[in-house]
């Protein structure tokens, strides 16, 4: 499913994010990427999605060698991640619906599939009742949901959320956490880069750990296990 070989990241001015990370993501695996700030969790994502080139080494997700994707590739490619933020990025404007909707009409996916799939991944998310609110009218975690709507309702194979918990309160990082557990058991393969220990603690998945551009570790039903 994701596969990073020798990869190494090396920034201008010879800033090294990432070196020689080697590791496999199996489909329907639900990994936490751990480590302090500058551990290189970011570089991870930004490769993964294919805003960066690795400077060395080989990447595969879902089949895909993402160094032989032409620019035009790109947005196709991206369609096989759905992403989640810390900071939502809704619409302000638009509604719970066409915030999700959205993500299928820049698809350009027929009006009648996205009248199908939209209340569909609503009620996944348990946001049907709040299809017409708009994004100010929700609390944190009611933002969250629609976020995690927003990048299921294209059915992606791989969801990767970047401290999807980071602007919640400890009891609405519990419900989303449990919402992307739900996701991961309906087949969807799920990455979390995330500094809530507590969160990793106590639901001993996969842990792998950076530090310093490096794996330092990787253990199923592992915890945090180093310093944020």
Known sequence: ???????????????????????????????????????????????????????????????????QLRPVDIPFFRRKIGMVFQDFRLLPERTVAENVAFALRVLEV????????????????????KSRAKP??????????????????????????DEPTGNLDPETSWE????????????????????AREIVDRMRRRVIALENGRVVRDEEKGAYGCEA
């Open 136 to 161: 100010a009218e929700l609390s944190g975690g009611e933002q969250q949901r629609v976020a995690v709507a927003r990048a299921l309702v294209n059915n992606p194979p791989i969801l990767l959320a």
């Open 1 to 67: 499913m994701i596969s990073f070989t020798g990869v190494t990241k090396v920034y201008p001015k010879g800033v090294s994010a990432l070196t020689d990370v080697t590791l496999k993501i199996k489909k329907g695996d639900f990994v936490f990427l751990v480590g302090p700030s500058g551990a290189g969790k970011s570089t991870f994502v930004r490769l993964l999605l294919r805003e960066e080139r690795p400077t060395e080494g080989r990447i595969v997700v879902d089949g895909v060698d993402t160094a």
């Open 110 to 129: 027929p009006r009648r599939e996205i009248l199908r799939r939209v209340p569909q991944v609503l009620h996944l998310v348990g946001l049907s009742h």
């Open 176 to 195: 989303i956490m449990s919402l992307l557990s739900e996701i991961n058991q309906r087949g969807t393969t799920v990455v979390v880069a995330t500094h």
